[in-house]
């Protein structure tokens, strides 16, 4: 039997004036999967519970999902709400955070945010500007807690400081077992001066899975349709670091991989033998309608998770890139375009924090000592630990 939780913004509905939502000029930073238990988008059910919205915001991908990732999204009236609707999401770094003169006419801002519980899904950091804007400007800011959909289980090495990005503002683990507002207490313990507010969920436990509760599922953003998607994507988006198609332009992104080259049996039975936990593998064969070989036939394999807690996202990921590079290494190659706004350091040293486990592929290590190089440090552990120590979770 599924867990009865109600989120944040259920809880906001049920009472608006007990969380001072009424009688003032307020924000909505908001996207797709910002819905209520009865699936209505947060600006249509606030606007019907009497908050007076005058203004909307949207992350990457924009307020209704429609833009693929790394795609300005330029501001805009909301056709469905009428409402001005800004992107947090340009050509530039500084798009990023919202711009002074469009918080000087709000009382408060709302953030309803679903995030998926990895450090490179940019969410989490677009709440954490708008919550520090807020703090900056004087603004009430009223962030309304979502659960983390793969849990409280934690996977991946530190953040070093030389490759903060936007898929890493904060040193968090790969795979962080947060809430989005546990990742901002996280912040705050780190430094940030934030004081924003949080309305908590009800019912929510922790090490439970999404699909283990009530709360509802909906695409955060166009290549995150399912909570499959979500389980895998802490090692997979790895793929975005390199030559290899993480499966956009199908149906089944980050679940299936591959490239022309890929020789599949040989990959397949070279990760076969690493014994990874939780997880078989597919042959199989593909043609993307869009991004990295488009329109070209690849090949590759899809991953089945057989037992999601054993399952490790991270090591998987990366046992990919560490078995491609060893099987093709005359086709395989790094990212070597800008990625999310840095032009002068890898994609994949992003992703991964550091330039260590690139390094290591490279020179031809052995899978163990990348693994190894994929640990959690214990100081770290203990910060993400003190961060889970919150009320966020409500009532039970």
């Given at each position: 039997m599924r867990r009865t939780c109600l989120t944040g913004l259920d809880r906001l509905l049920l009472d608006p004036a007990r969380f001072g939502a009424l009688g003032c000029r307020a924000g909505l930073l908001g996207h797709p999967a910002s819905v209520s238990a009865r699936f209505e988008h947060a600006a249509d059910a606030l606007l019907a519970a009497g908050v007076n919205l005058v203004r909307l915001f949207g992350p990457e991908h924009g307020l209704r999902g429609e833009a693929q990732y790394m795609e300005a999204v330029g501001h805009e009236v909301d056709p469905l709400t009428g409402l001005e609707s800004v992107s947090l999401y340009g050509a530039e770094i500084d798009d990023l955070r919202p711009k002074a003169e469009q918080l000087a006419d709000l009382d408060l801002v709302i953030i309803d945010l679903q995030d998926v519980g990895s450090r490179y899904y940019t969410y989490i950091y677009t709440a954490l500007f708008m919550a520090e804007a807020c703090a900056k400007a004087g603004v009430r800011c009223l962030l309304l807690d979502r659960p983390n959909p793969i849990g409280d289980a934690v996977e991946g090495p530190a953040l070093l400081p030389a490759f903060r990005s936007f898929v890493g503002w904060l040193n968090l683990p790969t795979r962080h077992g947060l809430t989005t507002a546990e990742v901002l207490t996280f912040a705050r313990q780190q430094g940030w001066e934030l004081t924003h507010e949080v309305v908590?969920?009800?019912?929510?436990?922790?090490?439970?899975?999404?699909?283990?509760?009530?709360?509802?599922?909906?695409?955060?953003?166009?290549?995150?349709?399912?909570?499959?998607?979500?389980?895998?994507?802490?090692?997979?988006?790895?793929?975005?670091?390199?030559?290899?198609?993480?499966?956009?332009?199908?149906?089944?992104?980050?679940?299936?991989?591959?490239?022309?080259?890929?020789?599949?049996?040989?990959?397949?039975?070279?990760?076969?033998?690493?014994?990874?936990?939780?997880?078989?593998?597919?042959?199989?064969?593909?043609?993307?309608?869009?991004?990295?070989?488009?329109?070209?036939?690849?090949?590759?394999?899809?991953?089945?998770?057989?037992?999601?807690?054993?399952?490790?996202?991270?090591?998987?990921?990366?046992?990919?890139?560490?078995?491609?590079?060893?099987?093709?290494?005359?086709?395989?190659?790094?990212?070597?375009?800008?990625?999310?706004?840095?032009?002068?350091?890898?994609?994949?040293?992003?992703?991964?924090?550091?330039?260590?486990?690139?390094?290591?592929?490279?020179?031809?290590?052995?899978?163990?000592?990348?693994?190894?190089?994929?640990?959690?440090?214990?100081?770290?552990l203990a910060a993400v630990t003190a961060a889970r120590r919150s009320e966020y979770h409500g009532p039970r």
């Open positions: 908590p969920m009800e019912g929510y436990s922790a090490h439970l899975w999404m699909d283990d509760h009530t709360a509802p599922w909906v695409l955060p953003s166009p290549n995150m349709p399912t909570l499959d998607t979500a389980l895998v994507y802490p090692g997979m988006c790895l793929l975005e670091g390199t030559n290899i198609s993480e499966g956009r332009g199908t149906t089944r992104p980050f679940e299936i991989f591959g490239a022309p080259f890929v020789n599949a049996p040989a990959l397949a039975a070279l990760l076969e033998s690493l014994h990874l936990p939780g997880v078989c593998w597919r042959r199989c064969a593909f043609v993307p309608t869009f991004d990295k070989f488009t329109k070209e036939r690849c090949y590759g394999l899809g991953i089945h998770v057989t037992d999601r807690q054993a399952y490790r996202p991270l090591l998987t990921g990366a046992a990919i890139v560490w078995a491609i590079s060893r099987l093709h290494p005359d086709h395989f190659a790094w990212r070597s375009d800008a990625y999310e706004f840095v032009d002068d350091i890898p994609a994949i040293d992003l992703l991964f924090g550091s330039d260590e486990p690139r390094r290591l592929i490279d020179a031809g290590a052995p899978f163990g000592d990348l693994a190894a190089a994929l640990e959690t440090p214990a100081e770290l």
